[in-house]
């Protein structure tokens, strides 16, 4: 006999459904799995949700765990408003600011982005580092403040608009 228990941030619950195996019941937890459950922060965190199988041990008369899988599920920052009018930020790649791009970082990318309205930059890591355990290849966001070179784009950008 066995059964499968997730530990979510310290919560522990057992799988209720009847999984194959330990894949499949990570699987499950991964899909209950409620982002909104968890506050936003100015960057990136993850949970841990944390998935062991476990074996009735006739002898012992009690269970043992056999395996554990563990999945680091993303809590992403909320976006910021925009100053455009309807407050939705128009993500744009202009080649001519150099932080702007696609950019290779470890075994993954950094893309960023700039707002056409705002100035405020978006950063999405494919090769993120959680800065709690170093665990690495993780998927990040964050949202970076509008500096003087995305200032004078945006200004450049909405004088040339006009112009037309």
């Not at 563990?70 to 309807?86: G, H, N």
């Not at 696609?102 to 800065?131: E, M, Q, S």
Request: charged content about 30%; proline content about 7%.
């Amino acid at each position: 006999m066995r059964r499968y228990r997730v530990s979510e941030n310290g919560h522990e619950y057992l799988v209720t459904e009847a999984p194959a195996s330990i894949g499949e019941a990570l699987e499950l937890a991964k899909r209950n799995f409620d982002s909104l459950a968890y506050e936003p922060k100015e960057s990136t965190y993850w949970i841990d949700l944390v998935v062991y199988e476990d074996h009735w041990d006739e002898e012992a008369g009690r269970w043992r765990q056999v395996a554990e899988a563990v999945c680091p599920m993303a809590i992403f920052p909320l976006e910021p408003p925009c100053t455009s009018r309807d407050g939705l930020h128009w993500w744009c790649t202009p080649r001519e600011l150099p932080r702007v791009g696609t950019f290779p970082h470890g075994d993954g990318f950094r893309f960023v982005d700039v707002c056409a309205y705002c100035g405020l930059y978006k950063v999405i890591d494919t090769w993120a580092t959680n800065p709690e355990d170093g665990r690495e290849g993780l998927l990040s966001v964050e949202f970076m403040e509008p500096d003087e070179a995305s200032v004078e784009w945006m200004s450049r950008r909405k004088k040339e608009a006009s112009d037309v």
